[in-house]
């Protein structure tokens, strides 16, 4: 994740966004080629793996498309390209689908959950021995990403009113560890794997303060589809989800079936077996469509989007039009809506997660 998504966000004007969302619907009937995107992260490496071991093409042929799979060096600008329709799917936080493409006129569609960080995104200090010795002081991090959403949590699970208790300073995900290490003025930060754990063994004084395994399932990993595209072609969907799941079934097994699995991922990452499994070991993968079509369809991840809706809303990532919380719908797999029912921009789908688990795919 780069710089401000708030920047970047705002940077994109709704006439724009829904100039591209009237576009799509007719671009996406009758579509046999497909584009998907995802960027360097533990959580999305299966992808990779996915593409280089023939198991995405197998897929593919089964439904009679094609579906080409995109490493792109910029977060930010993977979303950008979703925005845009050069990508019909891309892996994002849950937090930046609503934020940046739902916010900005785009109907989008949570298809497939990968994983939710169990520790990978960490809040930690040099000096400070607990969240609520941060009150009144520099927080560095990636503003309006999760990293400052675990902030807020932190802060708030710890006595404070929130990110207004501190001051934060907005640092890219690229400088962020080489930052912390060579400024001894840069005294408390919030950042995720890789880059935190690089944080913490470069600096022996640094102290975990608060970590994303203390919010299971808020920090999620998703892709997204815009629905209109999804609708029209749920080859695509049923595609894409059975050979996720073929990947993930392997890396759960373990052992001689997992290796080839875990040779890829962690060469993508720059990394070992020993990097890798750290990366793992703080990362909650759903292995199974069983698993993640019930963590889609459970009622505490309505609660979970209801928080980061509001943390949204308070930050100015609606956008400057949004005069309330519910100016943009979030509808939830049951077909509860969040917001405004008119203006539905965001929805969990779990259609695909229960036709693994019923095995339909």
């Known amino acids: ?26 671009q996406a009937a009758g579509k046999t080629s497909f584009k998907v995107g995802y960027t360097i992260y533990v959580g999305f ?8 071991s023939g198991i995405l093409k197998k897929w593919a042929d ?12 910029d977060y930010v600008g993977s979303i950008n390209q979703f925005i845009a329709g050069d990508l019909d799917a891309v892996g994002v936080a849950g937090m930046d689908a609503l934020t940046m493409p739902a916010a900005g ?30 009150k009144g002081q520099d927080v560095y991090l990636v503003e309006y990403s999760v990293s400052h959403y675990l902030l807020n949590r932190a802060l708030v699970m710890n006595g404070l009113s929130g990110v ?46 608060f970590d994303s395994a203390q919010i299971p399932g808020e920090i999620m990993d998703v892709f997204i589809g815009n629905t209109q595209v999804l609708k029209d072609n749920p080859a695509f969907g049923k595609a894409l989800t059975g050979a ?5 079934a392997a ?23 020993a990097g890798l499994k750290t990366q793992i070991d703080t990362t909650f993968f759903f292995y199974t469509p069983a698993e993640a079509a019930t963590f889609l369809t459970d009622a505490k991840t309505g609660i979970i989007m ?34 405004d029912p008119a203006n539905i921009k965001l929805r969990i789908d779990a259609s695909y997660a229960r036709l693994g688990a019923e095995g339909g795919l």
């Open 1 to 26: 994740m780069t710089s401000s998504l708030r920047a970047i966000a705002q940077s994109i004007t709704l006439a724009a966004a829904l100039a591209v969302a009237s576009i799509l619907p007719a």
């Open 45 to 52: 490496m299966p992808m990779g793996y996915m593409k280089e």
């Open 62 to 73: 089964k439904y009679g498309i094609e579906i080409e799979m995109l490493a792109v060096n």
């Open 105 to 134: 006129g785009v109907d989008t569609s949570i298809f497939l959950i990968t994983d939710y960080s169990n520790g990978n995104d960490v809040l930690m200090s040099k000096s400070a021995t607990s969240v609520a010795d941060l």
């Open 164 to 209: 207004g208790e501190v001051k934060t300073i907005n640092i890219s995900d690229a400088d962020i560890a080489a930052a912390y290490l060579a400024n001894p003025d840069m005294q408390n930060a919030a950042a995720w794997k890789p880059m935190s754990a690089d944080m913490l063994a470069g600096s022996t004084q640094s102290k975990v303060l």
């Open 244 to 248: 996720w799941y073929e990947t993930l």
């Open 251 to 273: 890396l759960k097994a373990g052992g001689a079936e997992a290796k080839p699995v875990n040779d890829y991922m962690a060469s993508a990452l720059g990394t070992d077996e």
């Open 306 to 339: 209801d928080d980061i809706r509001k943390f949204s809303f308070d930050r100015g990532l609606f956008g400057q039009g949004a005069t309330s919380v519910d100016a943009i719908g979030i509808e939830l797999a049951d077909g509860t809506v969040l917001g």
